[in-house]
């Protein structure tokens, strides 16, 4: 099953943004309780993360896996739902920092990304009515809620920018970890750029994956997902 997720992550899971990979959960899970919330599937902080969105996400990918030909079975369904909800308390908590931080995402932003997205266009550019017709009839929400899903997911993703951009890896560093990786000192000034990038990406996950664990001790996440998968 993972196996499959990890094949298909890009096509699967671009409507959701998912970049995190497994390690960026590690220790999230240990800071849940089970309390009783209306309508919602978790709480971070004060703020509600709906259960109506999170079955319209996970059933926006589970059509995907279908499309793609893949049976969708009980174990297949459940990892979605687990992937899915792990990446809504991330947006939520990183959105909430990107406030605290003062990164905005403007209007503009927002209806950039809208007129660019090419699910809402034709062959004579951005179409409002395919806009509307798509987000109501596939995603089952009005404009005023897709474009707030949207500012979240962008507020989350500025954030995880503006950290990547704090990481700095020093020439000693990265010689070190060149040579670590079996590479040749010959070759080292060819192949920088590459080695740069993937240091880069790993020390980002591992500061991601502290960052998140250091959240969930200040803020409260309360997950009610067995709650309202029972209907109560």
Do not use: C
């Not at 297949?76 to 809504?88: D, G, H, I, P, T």
């Not at 790993?202 to 994956?209: G, P």
């Amino acid at each position: 099953m993972i196996s499959f997720f990890s094949k298909h992550k890009k096509p699967i899971f671009v409507i959701t943004t998912v970049i995190f990979l497994a390690g960026i959960f590690v220790g999230l899970g240990g800071y849940f309780f089970s309390s009783s919330s209306l309508g919602a599937v978790a709480l971070i902080g004060s703020k509600k993360v709906s259960y109506k969105y999170f079955l319209k996400r996970v059933n926006m990918i589970l059509d995907r896996i279908s499309e793609s030909g893949t049976e969708i079975n009980e174990g297949l369904r459940e990892e979605v739902k687990r992937e899915v909800f792990r990446n809504m308390i991330i947006e939520e908590m990183l959105s909430q920092e990107a406030k605290r931080y003062g990164i905005l995402v403007s209007d503009f932003e927002v209806s950039a990304e809208v007129q660019n997205t090419p699910q809402f266009r034709d062959e004579k550019g951005f179409n409002p009515r395919v806009y509307y017709y798509t987000i109501m009839k596939e995603m089952g929400m009005t404009p005023s809620e897709y474009e707030q899903w949207r500012r979240k997911v962008r507020l989350a993703s500025n954030f995880r920018e503006f950290i990547y951009t704090t990481i700095k890896v020093t020439p000693a560093e990265l010689a070190s970890y060149y040579l670590s990786k079996g590479g040749n000192i010959r070759d080292f000034k060819k192949e920088r750029d590459k080695y740069l990038k993937e240091i880069t990406e790993q020390k980002f996950l591992e500061i991601m994956n502290y960052y998140l664990q250091m959240l969930t001790t200040k803020i409260e996440v309360r997950s009610y997902l067995k709650e309202r998968e029972e209907g109560r």
